[in-house]
């Protein structure tokens, strides 16, 4: 009878174990994030657009390192070990074995993942004789902002695993670029089947990666669809689908959260927090970032060439007021363009207070005593560093008027407003900047060196060689008192020649089903699915 009883007992717990897995496996079938916007690109190496990343970077591809968010450290992704030679000049990657590319309709890989790939990835940023560099414009905005294409001196083949990138000089920030979500790790092969048909404008739309997800298809102002990759080399993926629904308004997203539509939302704004807590199925996640939102001046175009007129602009707005009608308590006044929570972070005396008598006294003074008439961009998606551009700028413009500046406010859809502020279109704009490494060059060099107004990535359209030149000493020292001394001096300069106005530093939110896990937010970088899951 006791045997009798346990084997019974046996089935049942059998039974009731498949019926679970067999649960988890239904529910594991899919998951729906919803998007703020269209993807601009599949390649990571030719946007910088924050909302395309956290699409593609870390779903489709992987990178040779990365950096860990809790110490700050590098990690070994495609690479398994790195070593920089004596002089700094080189560095030397050993190659992880075994890493397959993903196996679509309309690719099939005949070899795994080796340095070719990695040469051909790295040397499409600089060398004119790569197929690929002059494919859609040769322009690399990350890179070429921070200058990695201009470093590269040569990408040598040691062995089928082994690559050393030779530079012409030596930079503390190099290891730090190569890990970021830009730096992806492409594959050659695939190249070389495009070229033959003569489709190369396909390999920056149909991509193809090493990465947790497969590309399956997507629909403009409808969803992007990617399928598990069986063949991941970190591990085994649990999501069978993951699609992301575009869409735009940020009420909507909330709306299809509450109505189970979509399983995670992208920037839930300070106003919807409230809302969101009330409901048992869901949870906020919240992070402190590396991030800054600011108000870039067009420093090409008259009057705003006039520093007067952009100190005079700056005391006319309360910076306070928008605290509390944008972040609602969720962000921090911004003090400099870098967060306090960065090492090189200076809190700046000389910021720019509210007062619009001096603002007055500044426009009469460069001869706009009667005012004048300008535009504000305001960025139509919500993002970490201003949840509510256009609210943003009707505050502003209202401010404005009060001192004799009538203000325009211009929006577009968000993957035209970025073409067309490249193109410097724009009179001022609201944007912002969320960090991809802790490296305080990141907020530096992308945004406002020469380099990145010749890559339409400068909003401020500003090129100081003097500016320049400290973020070039800061580069050339391994000392990080030195490189915090010059970054302390660029964080100076920058309030003192006023090309953008720092604003705040926001708060990053993320709002999933409850039963949804693995989906970190880190405090720098964009958002990895790769161990997502439904319990």
């Known amino acids: ?7 019974m007992l046996s089935l049942c717990l059998a039974g009731c174990i498949d019926t679970e897995e067999k649960t988890l496996e239904e529910k594991n079938q899919g998951l729906v994030y919803c998007a703020e916007a269209n993807p601009v690109s599949f390649n990571p190496q030719v946007t910088t657009t924050g909302s395309t990343i956290d699409i593609i970077a870390n779903q489709l591809y992987d990178r040779l390192i990365s950096i860990d968010p809790i110490t700050a450290e590098f990690q070994s992704e495609l690479a398994t070990d790195w070593k920089i030679s004596p002089d700094g000049k080189s560095v030397t990657f050993t190659l992880r074995k075994g890493v397959k590319f993903h196996s679509t309709a309309y690719f099939t890989p005949s070899r795994d993942f080796n340095a070719d790939d990695v040469i051909f990835t790295f040397s499409r940023l600089f060398d004119v004789y790569n197929p690929y560099h002059f494919v859609g414009d040769a322009n690399y905005p990350y890179f070429q902002s921070v200058g990695i294409d201009q470093l590269i001196r040569r990408i040598v083949r040691v062995s089928d695993h082994q690559v050393r990138f030779e530079l012409f000089n030596p930079e503390s920030s190099f290891l730090a670029n190569m890990a970021t979500d830009f730096a992806v790790v492409l594959s050659r092969e695939y190249a070389m089947q495009l070229k033959e048909k003569e489709q190369l404008n396909l390999f920056d739309q149909l991509p193809i990666g090493t990465g947790p997800y497969i590309y399956k298809e997507y629909r403009r102002d409808h969803l ?3 399928y598990r990759n069986n063949d991941y080399w970190k591990h085994k993926v649990i999501l069978e689908q993951l699609v992301y629904d575009i869409t735009p308004n940020g009420t909507t997203r909330i709306a299809k959260m509450l109505t189970k539509e979509c399983d ?5 704004s300070s106003t919807q927090l409230s809302i969101l807590a009330q409901r048992d199925d869901i949870k906020v996640q919240k992070e402190t970032n590396l991030n800054v939102g600011y108000w870039a001046f067009n420093t090409e175009r008259p009057p705003f060439n006039d520093i007067r007129v952009r100190q005079a602009l700056a005391h006319a707005i309360d910076i306070e007021k928008i605290m509390q009608a944008v972040f609602y308590g969720n962000g921090i006044q911004a003090k400099s363009i870098l967060p306090p929570t960065s090492w090189a972070y200076k809190s700046q005396q000389n910021m720019p207070a509210f007062n619009p008598e001096i603002s007055m006294a500044l426009l009469k003074e460069a001869g706009l005593g009667d005012g004048f008439d300008m535009t ?3 960025m139509p998606v919500s ?3 201003n949840p509510n551009a256009r609210k943003m700028a009707e505050l502003m413009q209202s401010d404005l008027r009060k001192v004799g500046v009538n203000v325009s406010i211009v929006e577009y859809e968000w993957n035209t407003f970025i073409q067309r502020i490249g193109e410097h279109r724009h009179d001022s704009v609201l944007l912002g900047w969320a960090a991809d490494t802790p490296d305080p060059d990141n907020f530096f060099s992308p945004l406002l060196s020469c380099s990145a107004t010749f890559s339409g990535k400068n909003p401020a359209n500003w090129c100081d060689p003097e500016f320049d030149l400290l973020l070039t000493q800061a580069l050339d020292t391994t000392d990080l008192d030195m490189r915090k001394q010059y970054y302390q ?3 100076t300069m920058l309030i003192d020649e006023l090309p953008l106005l720092p604003l705040a530093h926001g708060m990053r939110f993320q ?3 409850s039963d949804v896990e693995g989906i970190p937010l880190g405090p720098f970088g964009g958002i990895s699915l790769a161990n997502a899951r439904k319990k």
């Open 1 to 7: 009878m006791y045997k009798l009883l346990l084997g």
């Open 511 to 513: 709002a999933s089903s």
């Open 383 to 385: 993002r970490i560093y």
């Open 264 to 268: 995670v939302t992208a920037h839930p």
């Open 489 to 491: 001096q660029a964080q």
């Open 224 to 226: 992007v669809r990617y």
């Open 376 to 378: 504000i961009w305001a």
